[in-house]
């Protein structure tokens, strides 16, 4: 018989609190942005770029309308990958439109995360970050909670106004 812990692990305890806190789709729009390639498959992600998550609908940029059509058709693999990623039913849906993608090389990083420390977070985020991290009791929790969130924000910001 296995002993119980009578601590939850660190994991459980985040996805509580992303949970109660409505972050559970930011933390797997962040988690489809880093890990597109392994979940998509490359030849898929060096043509495309997931964008957000809203209502169980995963809303997916392609580099073109050629693209687009061909992604039509593979839409419940699509679904089915992600899924399975995220370790549960978190979208039902792809809706795709004609965008411009961001070139990562395989296997590597994209030259513009090379290029320095990241930038500092605009007033907006940080108010928007405070916002959500505001029903998080731990000052030390919230405060770096909000660092995060507040950083993931202004570059998500950076990144759409290309």
Same mark, same amino acid.
């Given at each position: 018989?296995?002993?119980?812990?009578?601590?939850d692990?660190?994991?459980?305890v985040l996805?509580?609190?992303?949970?109660?806190?409505?972050?559970?789709?930011k933390? $797997?729009?962040?988690? %489809?942005?880093k890990?597109w390639? @392994?979940? /998509? =498959?490359?030849? +898929?992600? &060096?043509?495309?770029?997931?964008d957000?998550?809203?209502?169980?609908?995963l809303?997916?940029?392609?580099?073109?309308?050629v693209?687009?059509?061909h992604?039509?058709? $593979?839409k419940?693999? %699509?679904?089915?990958?992600v899924? @399975?990623? /995220? =370790?549960?039913? +978190?979208? &039902?849906?792809v809706?795709?439109r004609?965008?411009?993608?961001?070139?990562?090389e395989?296997?590597?990083e994209s030259e513009?995360?090379d290029e320095?420390?990241a930038?500092?977070?605009?007033?907006q985020?940080?108010?928007?970050?405070?916002?959500?991290?505001?029903? +998080?009791?731990d000052?030390?929790?919230?405060?770096?909670l909000?660092?995060v969130?507040?950083?993931?924000?202004?570059?998500?910001?950076?990144?759409?106004?290309?």
């Amino acid at each position: 018989m296995a002993l119980q812990s009578f601590f939850d692990s660190v994991a459980s305890v985040l996805s509580g609190i992303a949970r109660r806190h409505g972050m559970e789709a930011k933390l $797997l729009e962040h988690k %489809l942005l880093k890990n597109w390639p @392994a979940i /998509a =498959g490359q030849p +898929v992600a &060096s043509h495309t770029r997931p964008d957000h998550i809203r209502f169980k609908k995963l809303y997916l940029v392609a580099e073109n309308s050629v693209w687009v059509q061909h992604l039509t058709f $593979l839409k419940p693999e %699509l679904v089915a990958k992600v899924n @399975a990623a /995220a =370790g549960g039913a +978190v979208i &039902s849906d792809v809706v795709l439109r004609v965008g411009s993608i961001d070139r990562v090389e395989p296997g590597g990083e994209s030259e513009e995360l090379d290029e320095g420390p990241a930038p500092v977070p605009s007033p907006q985020s940080l108010a928007e970050a405070e916002t959500h991290a505001a029903a +998080v009791s731990d000052p030390e929790l919230r405060a770096k909670l909000t660092d995060v969130m507040a950083h993931a924000l202004t570059e998500r910001r950076d990144r759409s106004k290309r």
